[in-house]
């Protein structure tokens, strides 16, 4: 057969291909970095350990299919149990640790064979195994407890890791929602289409074999699997991860890791941007940030590119998609006018902006952004939930916001956020990014408390390090900027605003407390 003639298809990855890839050409180059403990695994290192993980895992029963859930804090440890469940078959189902108290309701929900944990969780995750049943063994990442398997050992064994199921097709990743409206649900990863995705963000971010990327935020977040670990595997970067973030100890750690990449959420980026102010000079050779978790404040990618002198990337994403629905460029951006925008759709991914009778809206015009194309496979075990937020073939994301005649996404929030004032409805981001804006203040978050009449807006805002603010002053400030009747809007100072798991300010608790104290 002439060599024209032969068939030509898709070459389809698995998430670990890309580590072993990698491993093949630089198997000497640093591929993790642990700032808490100082530890690192090359690339060659790595595939090891991932493969003992893998025979360790396969030795105690776990068979391809198999839910292993990891609920640890950010280590070396972590991310080699999870490479070492992609290489079994089985899936790897993670949960944030600060969700201790509702341990039982995940267990419960994707039934796990095996949890895999650190020494400080002994409590919550037996007393969740026991309520639910049906978990074959536990293993403690730091060694022996009673009635659980020691990590370390088990991975001294060595045993050889079975044959690699292969299936690109196969759910890799249970990845749970931050339950925003309703109990989390676990979105199901396949392999590919995940690393199409992540692939297309690596060369979006122009990721190369040099770059460290750099990443604090809880590894059981989507965000950190497709910003700070995929696309860096693919081009044979480093990647840093740290457990306990503050503002001074995290920018030390940049420092000592030579980042060229900082993945965040707006809080950590924040932070970034003073503690820099602070000591008057980046801590290492970053050449962007990348912001998820949340809308950016054009103010900040304004502070980033006018004082740090280096673009803030902003990314779209959801635990659903396995990739981003838009992403910026790593370029300044130097007309004002479009700090606002989140940038465009990816190329493995069909983006538009659908209007509520589902027709596509026109440019500029807000709707429900969606997209068609490499998103989840479903959330596990709800098929009616899955019905609903992919019905027609779109991803619905829940989020409100426009595409310009460029093709770029501004996102406007969440639908279930909007605040409807005396029948005008009040997009909280507007309200946010004006008081966001003015000088001495951090953070802004608007919400809604429920009176009779309808919704009386309610902004919660804190002060940079040395500011006073004053509410009032604020509210006259930010009256030009906005075309909403802000008679009825109070502003509250306070020390700080309280934080999701995820990173994002829980709206739901201040919405909570506005209301108590109405």
């Known amino acids: 057969m ?23 050409r630089i198997p000497d180059r640093i591929a993790f970095r642990w700032v808490d403990r100082g530890r690192t695994l090359s690339y060659g290192e790595a595939v090891a350990a991932m493969k003992a993980m893998a025979g360790a895992l396969a030795d105690i029963g776990v068979r391809p299919g198999d839910r292993v859930l990891i609920f640890a804090h950010n280590g070396l440890d972590y991310l080699v149990a999870m490479l070492g469940i992609w ?34 969780m002994q409590a919550p995750v037996k007393a969740a195994a026991a309520a639910v049943g049906g978990v074959r063994h536990l293993i403690c990442m730091d060694g022996p407890q009673p009635g659980a398997l020691s990590l370390p050992e088990l991975m001294a064994a060595a045993l050889p890791a079975p044959p690699d199921p292969g299936r690109a097709d196969a759910i890799a990743h249970l990845s749970y929602t931050s339950g925003t409206t309703g109990k989390p649900k676990g979105a199901c990863l396949a392999h590919e289409p995940t690393v199409t995705a992540c692939r297309c963000i690596g060369e979006r971010l122009r990721i190369r074999q040099d770059d460290r990327s750099f990443g604090p935020t809880a590894l059981s977040s989507s965000y950190q699997l497709v910003a700070n670990l995929i696309p860096q595997m693919a081009a044979g970067a480093s990647i840093t991860v740290m457990g306990r973030w503050t503002r001074e100890t995290g920018w030390e750690a940049l420092a000592d890791a030579d980042a060229t990449m900082f993945i965040g959420n707006p809080v950590v980026l924040t932070d970034l941007i003073e503690e820099s102010e602070t000591r008057g000079r980046l801590p290492s050779r970053l050449r962007f940030g990348l912001s998820g978790g949340g809308p950016v404040p054009p103010s900040l990618k304004r502070a980033f590119r006018d004082r740090l002198k280096i673009p803030l990337v902003e990314s779209f994403g959801q635990s659903e998609v396995g990739g981003f629905f838009a992403l910026g460029y790593p370029e300044l951006e ?29 440019l500029d015009r807000v709707g429900e952004i969606s997209l068609k194309g490499g998103f989840m496979a479903g959330y596990w075990g709800k098929p009616d939930k899955t019905a609903e ?68 807006p309610v902004a919660f805002v804190t002060a940079k390090p040395g500011a006073t603010l004053d509410p009032a002053g604020l509210q006259r400030a930010i009256v030009p900027q906005l075309s909403y009747d802000l008679a009825r809007l109070e502003i509250r100072v306070v020390a700080e605003l309280p934080m999701t798991p995820t990173g994002k300010i829980a709206k739901a608790t201040l919405a909570a407390e506005a209301a108590e104290v109405a």
């Open 334 to 362: 130097p007309d004002d006018a479009k700090l606002p925008r989140v940038g465009p759709p990816l190329p493995d991914k069909e983006v538009t902006i659908l209007t509520s009778s589902d027709g596509i809206a026109g």
């Open 87 to 120: 290489r079994l078959g089985a899936i790897s189902a993670l949960v944030n640790v600060k969700y201790a108290d509702d341990l039982a309701y995940y267990v419960d929900d994707h039934r796990p064979v095996t949890i895999i944990y650190t020494h400080d």
């Open 389 to 456: 937020a992919t019905r027609g073939g779109w991803l619905r994301s829940g989020d409100l916001g426009s595409m310009d005649a460029d093709g770029h996404i501004t996102m406007r929030g969440r639908r279930s956020e909007l605040v409807t004032v005396d029948g005008v409805d009040w997009f909280p981001r507007d309200v946010e990014e004006a008081l966001a804006a003015e000088p001495g203040v951090s953070l802004a978050a608007l919400v809604g408390v429920r009176t009779a009449a309808g919704s009386r």
């Open 2 to 24: 002439r060599a024209s003639t032969l068939p030509i298809g898709p070459v389809l990855m698995l998430m670990h291909h890309l580590l072993e890839q990698s491993a093949r």
